[in-house]
């Protein structure tokens, strides 16, 4: 019997180890926004627990003229898994945003209230940590603030439930059960 659990539970472990991305995953552009008039890309890296993103926004629907980056990292482990689902959770370790253009820097300095992250000293090229704030229209992760997501990851593919667009998943009740259409490949 200690034999036979033994050969079930590796394998397990090794449909989990198959399921479990490595390395940079990419999403192609993605217009956004009213009337599609911003864009986006980003770059999912996973390895060995460790996950970074880079964020990008930009000012055209063509993935043409960069406008900010978001970056971020984390701590994450896998939890259980559904069918081809795997719970995702992720501590933050970092969360910064770099302002690309000079106009963009002119606008998050224009606006008023918690629209700019509350942050009215922006400058161009220049990391801001803005863990825990509210940047128009987001409110990005806190460090140390545990977020439950689910991944999915098949034939190199990588799909999440939250991400890219929901950042501030912090009950686990509340993760999604389905992913996000986006895809991220190698």
């Known amino acids: 019997m200690k034999k036979l659990l033994t050969i079930a539970l590796v394998g ?6 198959a399921a479990t991305p490595r390395g940079n995953h990419y999403s ?9 008039r911003h864009s986006f890309k980003m770059t999912a890296y996973m390895d060995k627990g460790d996950f970074y993103s880079a964020f990008q926004l930009f000012m055209d629907k063509k993935c043409q003229k960069p406008s ?12 259980s898994q559904v069918g081809e689902l795997v719970e995702f959770d992720h501590t933050p370790t970092h969360v910064f945003m770099v302002l690309l253009h000079e106009d963009v820097v002119d606008y998050y300095n224009d606006l008023n209230h918690n629209n700019s992250c ?3 000293d922006w400058k161009i090229n220049r990391p801001r940590n803005v863990s825990g704030l ?5 409110q990005m992760p806190t460090v140390g603030e545990t ?3 689910i ?16 950042w501030n998943i912090t009950d686990p009740a509340k993760r999604p059960t389905k992913v996000h259409p986006i895809t ?3």
Request: proline residues 5%; contains cysteine; aromatic residues 16%.
């Open 12 to 17: 397990f472990s090794s449909v989990l180890l």
């Open 28 to 36: 192609d552009c993605h217009p956004i926004g009213q009337n599609d």
């Open 68 to 79: 900010l980056t978001v970056i971020y990292g984390s701590d994450y482990t896998l939890g």
């Open 118 to 120: 509350g942050i009215k």
């Open 134 to 138: 509210y940047c128009h229209p987001n």
């Open 147 to 149: 977020l439950y997501d």
């Open 151 to 166: 991944i999915k990851y098949k034939n190199s593919v990588l799909q999440f439930g939250g991400i890219p667009y929901a």
């Open 184 to 186: 991220f490949s190698k």
